[in-house]
């Protein structure tokens, strides 16, 4: 084994462990005596030989040979690092697309379109929501109840879910949503019914082109006097 003309490059080996500040300073070998040539130093590196092949005992013994050996192991580490990064961030980015995709869709089933959230798109979509009466202590007429907090109504056509006072009769009943003058700027019609043991009423109010802000919700079953339950529209 003679020295074989281009040496591997040994300008990227940097000392990783206990083997490389031993084995790479050792044995400087000035005249590359004995030196095997790069083909097969390159070969030797990718442990493409069986590990007793002679030609690794060279390795042993000239500390430029592996030098030479672990640059290309180092450089074959990086690659592979690199390259596993890159599929990371190839994961990542078709993640964060999905995400982008599923968000987009989701936005535009909650306003029911491309357009933003305009009382347009709002009037397009139907929303549950269940509005229980029974912890407001109601007052007859025009006073507001004093406590607990206002009923939160979203914007849009309301599939709504009304659960009465107790006490409240089955029957046919009245809705109305009032701005801050009493005027009703929304209203319905259902019919209440016992449903566990809870005076219920489901009906449609459509509250999308009402601008928000603090309302009242007005129920009475027909010929008898309104309740008036503070409502916040959002
Ligand atoms: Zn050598």
């Known amino acids: 084994m003679t020295n074989g003309g281009q040496r591997p490059d040994a300008s990227g080996f940097h ?3 206990e083997m490389d500040l031993l084995f790479g300073r050792a044995h400087p070998n000035p005249t590359r005596e004995g030196c095997p040539p790069a083909e097969l130093l390159t070969r030797l590196a990718h442990r493409e030989l069986p ?3 002679p030609a690794y005992d060279h390795i042993g013994k000239c500390s430029p040979c592996y030098q030479e050996l672990r640059a290309i192991q180092q450089a074959d580490a990086a690659r592979l690092a690199s390259a596993a990064r890159r599929k990371r961030l190839t994961y990542a980015a078709a993640a964060v697309l999905v995400l982008a995709i599923t968000g987009s869709w989701f936005v535009v089933r909650q306003t029911g379109g491309l357009g933003g959230r305009t009382d347009a ?3 397009q979509v139907e929303q549950d929501v269940l509005l229980d009466l029974r912890p407001f202590a109601v007052t007859r007429g025009p006073e507001p109840a004093k406590e607990p907090d206002a009923l939160v109504l979203p914007r ?7 659960l009465l006072e107790v006490g409240s009769e089955p029957g046919d009943y009245e809705i109305q949503i009032r701005d801050a003058n009493q005027q009703p700027r929304a209203s319905a019609t259902g019919r209440a019914m016992i449903v566990d043991f809870v005076t219920t009423l ?19 079953r027909q010929g008898e006097s309104w309740r008036l339950v503070p409502a916040q529209l959002r």
Not at 156 to 162: D, E
């Open 15 to 17: 000392i990783e462990n």
């Open 51 to 53: 590990i007793g092949d």
């Open 121 to 123: 798109s709002i009037a």
């Open 156 to 162: 849009g056509r309301l599939r709504a879910t009304i």
């Open 202 to 220: 489901k009906t449609s109010l459509d509250t999308s082109t009402l601008p928000p802000g603090s309302y009242h919700l007005a129920v009475r």
